[in-house]
């Protein structure tokens, strides 16, 4: 089983920077991928960034040039670097580890960080 621990939520203005840490934790030989998702209140869990063991990224349309998503395989850490924040960036944003090459709903979810963009 793998444990995830995000940090680096907050309120920001709209413009701004903010940078999500997710540090795992225990059977990390099992982890494929890992990525990060938002929910924005009243909707439905959306990918905004992944990437895999192989270093291959991918990002939702709407954050594409303005996140990294990005790894320190010696802290077992993934980061996701949000500039240029808007209101519809708002959200509780999870963590999440796809293990055993199973979808990501099956894999392991951090607890969540709410990033708040104010206009």
């Known amino acids: 089983q793998v444990r995830l621990v995000e940090s680096g939520g907050g309120l920001v203005q709209a413009g701004g920077s903010l940078r999500l840490s997710c540090a795992a934790s225990g059977n990390i030989f099992s982890i494929n991928a890992m990525g990060w998702y938002r929910q924005a209140p009243g909707k439905q869990r959306d990918l905004v960034a992944l990437i895999t063991s192989g270093g291959t990224t991918n990002y939702a349309d709407s954050v594409k040039g303005r996140f990294t998503i990005s790894r320190d395989n010696a802290k077992n850490t993934v980061y996701l670097q949000m500039n240029r924040l808007n209101p519809e960036d708002t959200g509780v944003y999870y963590c999440?580890?796809?293990?055993?090459?199973?979808?990501?709903?099956?894999?392991?979810w951090g607890q969540g960080t709410q990033v708040t963009v104010s206009s």
């Open positions: 999440n580890a796809e293990e055993h090459d199973l979808p990501p709903e099956f894999g392991s």
